[in-house]
């Protein structure tokens, strides 16, 4: 086996990727406190071409170093959108027509591996605090949610880990 170089990878540019069709999916940070983990969604959210990110509460927002060192610069091609608050980012989600999912353990979480993704809806995923998880009243705002099955010891995986899980079934199911 050989490597791909980078060229015959065919990437598309910035310009294209900007004017590309886009998955219908954006993915709402709550109160996600790691810059790193911010960055991890922007650099996920360009290689599975979702159509935004939106950064809530203390969520960074770029300019900043620690996004720009996990994203390799996806943040110039992902768009954003910054909300004071999660609730108001799922508020204005579900007024444009998206189906809001919290990815969190949940009462009537559906598992990943179970879930039919509508190919005719558009997906607001809500991905939580690194400790607290996605907050309760938000939670509530929510048409459902999503669990990540799990084997371990531990109760939880890193919040931009379970994000490339999540968007790739997305991705997959949306493609």
Same mark, same amino acid.
């Given at each position: 086996m050989r490597k791909i170089t980078n060229q015959e990878l065919g990437r598309p540019s910035v310009e294209e990727f900007s004017a590309m069709e886009k998955l219908p999916v954006v993915a709402v940070l709550d109160n996600v406190r790691s810059a790193q983990n911010v960055g991890a969604f922007f650099r996920t959210g360009d290689a599975?071409?979702?159509?935004?990110?939106?950064?809530?509460?203390?969520?960074?927002?770029?300019?900043?170093?620690e996004i720009h060192k996990s994203s390799l610069g996806a943040e110039f091609t992902v768009a954003w959108q910054y909300y004071k608050t999660t609730a108001e980012a799922v508020e204005l989600?579900?007024?444009? &027509?998206?189906?809001?999912?919290?990815?969190?353990? =949940?009462? $009537?979480a559906v598992m990943l591996n179970c879930l039919e993704v509508d190919k005719s809806?558009?997906?607001?995923?809500?991905?939580?605090?690194?400790?607290?998880?996605?907050?309760?009243?938000?939670?509530?705002?929510?048409?459902?949610?999503?669990?990540?099955?799990?084997? &371990?010891?531990?109760?939880?995986?890193?919040?931009? =880990?379970? $994000?490339?899980?999540?968007?790739?079934?997305?991705?997959?199911?949306?493609?």
């Open positions: 599975f071409a979702i159509q935004s990110i939106a950064l809530c509460g203390i969520t960074a927002t770029p300019p900043s170093r989600l579900k007024e444009q &027509g998206y189906t809001v999912l919290a990815i969190e353990q =949940v009462e $009537g809806k558009k997906y607001a995923l809500v991905f939580g605090n690194e400790v607290s998880g996605v907050e309760q009243a938000v939670v509530d705002m929510c048409d459902g949610a999503i669990e990540i099955p799990q084997a &371990g010891t531990k109760h939880s995986i890193n919040v931009s =880990v379970c $994000g490339g899980v999540v968007m790739w079934k997305f991705f997959e199911s949306l493609r």
